[in-house]
């Protein structure tokens, strides 16, 4: 079974950084495409990054382009999600999903595992 565990979470002020990262169980973490999305209170998840299974394609939300960054260590199960000049409306929780397929979506719905979420919070 895969399991997922997000860390880094925290509260920040605005134009401030945060690293997030996404440990993975099992085998084949080289094989998922992994992303990361986010939920504000009230609201419906939304994609916020992805990232291949070589690190070469790495798709962002128009909303977070130019301040955060995916990557992934594939010898360590881990994918990171830098996260830099950050605004009042980026918080939320982040949840970090892995879709067992080489083909990279945006949709929530198209991801077989996810972590619990990690809370993050930007204060104005």
């Known amino acids: 079974q895969v399991q997922l565990v997000e860390s880094g979470g925290g509260l920040v002020q605005a134009g401030g950084s945060l690293r997030l990262a996404c440990a993975v169980s099992?085998?084949?973490?080289?094989?998922?495409?992994m992303g990361w999305f986010r939920q504000a209170s009230g609201k419906e998840h939304e994609f916020v990054a992805a990232i291949s299974w070589g690190g070469g394609s790495t798709p962002y939300a128009n909303s977070v382009k130019g301040r955060f960054t995916i990557s992934r260590d594939n010898a360590k199960n881990t994918v990171y999600l830098q996260m830099n000049s950050l605004k009042p409306e980026d918080t939320g929780v982040y949840y970090c999903?892995?879709?067992?397929?080489?083909?990279?979506?945006?949709?929530?719905?198209?991801?077989?595992?996810w972590g619990q979420g990690t809370q993050v919070t930007v204060s104005s």
């Open positions: 099992g085998r084949t973490f080289s094989r998922y495409v």
């Open positions: 999903a892995a879709r067992s397929s080489v083909v990279l979506t945006t949709i929530p719905t198209q991801y077989d595992y």
